[in-house]
């Protein structure tokens, strides 16, 4: 099995290869390699790699930016998406895109299933909604929401809220986290290795949410990487509305993964996933 793996120098990219590495022919593809906005490039090389799976996490992530800035989100998130299903397609290639919690418009009080109706509040968001619906130009395609993604793959970067979380509080710094953003934190091995299962399983094609078990603040977060890590952690509460942001944030983004538990994939909770990170065994 061929592999194309695009965003493969990002946090869940890098995760991507690593998994898929032992089993299949990977090819990884970094935006310098593989531009997914000019479709012709796009179409060409599909063709030429002939690729049996195509895993796109290549993405438009910067949200803020976006809102001033909605060309550059919806090529990369939307028309980039189109044209690599319509790629796919006609290379009979399967497709999985990588999709997202800012779907979703964070009024909701208990996590979000794929059945419920999304309604972004970002042009992030809406990218990212509108690259969900033409994955679905190629018939054979998955996509995955993911949020709040933490860990690494070996020799993989390191990234995110988590991220900095984890570094200040190893280092003794102050760490503000969010009191009122309620979150599915999701490690980026874990989800990269769902996607394997899923695949491999040949499990109906379609949309599934692909985060860790469980839910939390960003602040219940920190608490438990404080103490997983025996430390004492300075923690400053924080809430959205004192940190000014240009695009709005989901307030409650917690996704449910009951629709793979059903199918017999099951993710673990988000502790056990945190306890790998930060007090890997010996």
């Known amino acids: 099995m061929k592999v194309l793996v695009l965003g493969a120098s990002g946090q869940l990219g890098a995760a991507v290869v690593h998994e898929f590495g032992p089993h299949a022919d990977v090819v990884p593809c970094g935006r310098l390699d593989f531009d997914i906005t000019d479709d012709a490039a796009v179409e060409a090389r599909v063709a030429a790699d002939a690729p049996d799976v195509i895993v796109n996490c290549a993405a438009y992530n910067f949200v803020d930016a976006a809102e001033d800035d909605p060309v550059a989100a919806l090529n990369v998130n939307a028309l980039g998406v189109r044209a690599l299903a319509r790629a796919a397609a006609g290379a009979g290639a399967t497709l999985i895109h990588v999709g997202s919690d800012f779907v979703f418009d964070g009024r909701a009080t208990e996590p979000y299933r794929e059945t419920d109706p999304p309604n972004p509040q970002s042009v992030y968001g809406w990218s990212k909604l509108l690259g969900e619906w033409f994955a679905?130009?190629?018939?054979?395609?998955?996509?995955?929401?993911?949020?709040?993604?933490?860990?690494?793959?070996?020799?993989?970067?390191?990234?995110?809220?988590?991220a900095t979380i984890l570094q200040r509080i190893r280092s003794g710094e102050e760490v503000k986290a969010f009191v009122d953003r309620t979150v599915s934190p999701t490690h980026v091995m874990d989800a990269a290795a769902v996607m394997r299962v899923v695949l491999g399983s040949g499990l109906p094609f379609g949309l599934y949410h692909c985060v860790n078990s469980g839910h939390c603040t960003w602040w219940e977060f920190a608490e438990e990487a404080a103490r997983l890590m025996g430390r004492e952690a300075r923690l400053v509460p924080i809430t959205l509305a004192d940190v000014p942001m240009r695009a709005a944030r989901p307030r409650y983004c917690a996704l449910a993964n009951a629709?793979?538990?059903?199918?017999?994939?099951v993710l673990p909770d988000w502790r056990d996933a945190l306890r790998r990170v930060v007090a890997p065994p010996e």
């Not at 679905?136 to 990234?159: C, I, M, Q, T, W």
């Open 136 to 162: 679905a130009d190629n018939r054979k395609h998955y996509v995955f929401r993911v949020e709040s993604l933490f860990g690494r793959a070996p020799g993989g970067p390191v990234r995110g809220s988590a």
């Open 259 to 265: 629709k793979l538990a059903s199918l017999g994939v």
